[in-house]
């Protein structure tokens, strides 16, 4: 094994909803050493303009260099859709975004080619899903939502109130009156709502996960390219953020499903 096999793989995103990814990462790939990057002093990403997610998107992309690492990975759905040929042209790495690993499990899923897709602001106007479901099939229907309040009800930690059940409802209701039978989360955060979301669409609906597609992704190519890291011992996970690194720790528990450990602040851009 060489010691680029042993180099860390580089995971970003606008905040902590990404930690859902490195979650998904470490179940399939419990070898790897990984970085991770939350831009927490500029999100959300979501409700800005696609050249200002380009801009924060060079500044998180160098970052990651710096560190050392053998491949990027995008876990925010937002710059996966607006900027993630901007990280493939800085980085000359192995780079992989969450939302063709997330159609592709779409589109395997379906069996009526009825999809939704729900995210952020930026991610929905961007059509970045319903154009690689189109690319992927030209018979599927596809049923975009943008759910912007997701996000601070998550950060806040409130998975099972009653107030987020009612949002979901008023949210999900017009996509599940379009007879979909599987619906994209297209945002890192939303994984933890997945029990809400299952039960205002009455179980009939299959959620995909894009940090889970994303995991197989990243497995895939580390494979193609022999970059697995096959090394027994303990993997080495690192955690950064640019502000608030305290407030990161207290709710990242909650998308990562254990201890983070030690998390720094650093100063990017």
């Known amino acids: 094994m060489t010691d680029q096999n042993q180099k860390p793989i580089g995971v970003f995103d606008s905040g902590i909803g990404g930690l859902t990814v490195v979650r998904a990462l470490l179940e399939k790939l419990p070898n790897e050493n990984i970085v991770y990057f939350g831009d927490t002093a500029r999100v959300p990403y979501g409700s800005k303009s696609p050249q200002v997610v380009r801009e924060y998107t060079q500044d998180d992309t ?14 925010c759905n937002t710059v ?10 800085r980085a000359n790495l192995p780079v992989t975004g969450v939302i063709i690993p997330g159609a592709d499990a779409a589109m395997r899923s379906t069996k009526n080619r009825r999809v939704g897709v729900i995210g952020t602001v930026a991610t929905v106007h961007s059509n970045a899903y319903a154009n690689e479901l189109k690319h ?5 229907h596809v049923f975009s939502k943008a759910c912007p309040l997701f996000v601070p009800l998550v950060e806040e930690g409130w998975m099972d109130f009653k107030a987020t059940e009612m949002i979901a409802n ?8 379009e007879k979909i039978d599987t619906l994209i989360l297209g945002c890192t955060h939303y994984p933890l ?15 995909i996960d894009s940090g889970e597609a ?16 096959t090394s027994t011992e303990k993997p080495n996970i690192q955690f950064f953020v640019s502000d608030a690194p305290e407030k990161f720790t207290a709710v ?18």
């Not at 160098?62 to 876990?75: E, G, P, R």
């Not at 996966?80 to 042209?89: H, I």
């Not at 008023?170 to 009156?177: I, Q």
């Not at 709502?193 to 959620?207: A, E, N, Q, Y």
Request: hydrophobic content about 45%; proline content about 1%.
């Open 62 to 75: 160098d970052f990651l260099l710096s560190k050392d690492v053998k491949m990027i990975v995008v876990a």
């Open 80 to 89: 996966s859709a607006v900027a993630l040929d901007v990280v493939q042209k």
């Open 136 to 140: 992927l099939s030209k018979s599927v």
């Open 170 to 177: 008023e949210y999900l209701f017009p996509l599940t009156t």
């Open 193 to 207: 709502l997945k029990k809400i979301i299952t039960k205002v669409t009455k179980g009939m609906v299959t959620l």
């Open 214 to 229: 994303t995991a197989g992704t990243v497995e895939k190519m580390l494979n193609e390219q022999n970059l697995r890291n």
């Open 252 to 269: 990242g528990e909650l998308f990562f499903g254990q201890k983070l450990g030690v998390v720094k602040r650093v100063s990017i851009g």
